[in-house]
């Protein structure tokens, strides 16, 4: 039986074949089976093939993997919210009958209401198991809690330097899942170079990387980490054997100086 997404891989960092095998490659072989991709990365065929390949070699059923891929704004825009076609193709291009998850890349005003219409539809087929919204804040939360359906899974940008304490809270207070994309802020020299995490660091025998992702998971959100080194993803799938005091969770959220790296574009202001 598939597991919930409590840790997972961006199918964004490699752009051909080769780089995304061996990227899914390494996160299985240490553990890691949940994968996300969206149109705009332009890698949810390479992903499909790759994942093909992987659990053929490592004799997994379907359901030991969970596929995550989005509707980008361009697809909202040229359908008018009507993304059945786009979800058809990529379950078709990834070889899948159904996605584990799909979200709203973008929260684009004038065609959400229309996608999400079609959202709640392909969950009620059972085309997706979870459906939920990216790049969403307090404003546009309070908004989609009182749909008749509201999302499962919200994926923020989050990480030490921006906590996104409020978001976390509602979401956890509504039952919603929260995942947290570029979860190390490019390791920002205000993380690498921090005392704080050198400090809990050292005292955990982990690298602060490793730190990073163990706040994430402590603090009840699941972190989307990329990189294109199996190396790293090893390094990085090693964090399940110890867990963080709630004193060292306090001392790196009390990095945050609500920093965001992904501004959001003009034409997405909100719901």
Not at 186 to 202: A, G, N, P, T, Y
Not at 213 to 218: V, Y
Request: net charge negative; glycine share 4%; with cysteine.
């Amino acid at each position: 039986m598939m597991k919930d997404m409590i840790f997972g891989t961006g199918a964004s960092a490699n752009k051909d074949f080769n780089g995304i095998l061996s990227t899914v490659r390494a996160a299985v072989q240490n553990g890691i089976y949940c994968f996300d991709t969206a149109p705009s990365y332009k890698t949810e065929k390479f992903l499909g093939q790759a994942l093909k390949t992987v659990c053929q070699e490592q004799e997994l059923a379907r359901d030991a993997i969970w596929i995550q891929t989005k509707i980008d704004a361009w697809q909202m825009q040229e359908s008018n919210g009507n993304i059945r076609k786009y979800v058809d193709t990529v379950i078709d291009e990834i070889g899948s009958e159904y996605l584990d998850s799909l979200l709203i890349h973008w929260p684009i005003p004038e065609y959400f209401d229309n996608t999400w219409k079609s959202f709640v539809k392909l969950y009620e087929d059972g085309i997706v198991k979870k459906i939920g919204v990216c790049n969403v804040r307090m404003r546009q939360l309070k908004k989609l809690i009182n749909y008749d359906f509201p999302p499962q899974i919200v994926q923020i940008e989050r990480n030490p330097l921006r906590t996104c304490l409020d978001e976390i809270n509602f979401c956890k207070e509504h039952g919603i899942a929260v995942q947290a994309y570029s979860p190390l802020c490019k390791m920002d020299r205000r993380l690498s170079e921090s005392e704080v995490l050198k400090d809990i660091s050292e005292s955990n025998h982990k690298s602060i990387g490793q730190i990073i992702l163990r706040w994430h998971i402590d603090t009840g959100v699941t972190p989307i980490f990329t990189s294109r080194k199996p190396s790293r993803i090893k390094e990085y799938s090693e964090i399940f054997d110890f867990t963080l005091t709630a004193q060292e969770i306090a001392s790196i959220s009390d990095l945050n100086i609500n920093y965001k790296m992904y501004l959001e574009s003009f034409a997405c202001p909100g719901l």
